[in-house]
């Protein structure tokens, strides 16, 4: 069983940038592809980001070329670097883990994922 934990997300001005984090354990860690998904407020859950095991990356078109998602298979954690935020970057950013062995994809649909944390909060103010 894998256990996910953001952290990382707070409040901030539009322009600025935040670094989100998501440490995994209970799984060997370079084995998953994981990903990066948010909620806006009344809004359904969207993708945002996503890594294979083997590095590569894909991301939504909204935030491409202003978000570096990236992985330390040695800290089993995943990163999201925000850069250039804005306010409809506001939401709930959540990561999400599943087992792939013999893929190098990167997913890009809720359904794809079989683990989530719980969630940290961006708030972007103009």
């Known amino acids: 069983q894998v256990l996910l934990v953001e952290s990382g997300g707070g409040s901030v001005q539009a322009g600025d940038s935040l670094r989100l984090s998501c440490a995994a354990s209970?799984?060997?860690?370079?084995?998953?592809?994981m990903g990066w998904f948010r909620q806006a407020p009344g809004q359904e859950r969207e993708f945002v980001a996503a890594?294979?095991?083997?590095?590569?990356?894909a991301y939504a078109n909204s935030v491409k070329g202003r978000f570096v998602i990236s992985r330390d298979n040695a800290k089993n954690t995943m990163y999201l670097r925000l850069n250039t935020l804005k306010p409809e970057d506001t939401a709930v950013y959540y990561c999400a883990a599943r087992s792939t062995y013999f893929s190098n994809d990167a997913y890009t649909t809720a359904p794809e994922y079989q683990v989530w944390g719980q969630g940290t909060r961006v708030v972007v103010s103009s």
């Open positions: 209970g799984r060997t860690f370079s084995s998953l592809a």
């Open positions: 890594i294979g095991n083997g590095g590569t990356t």
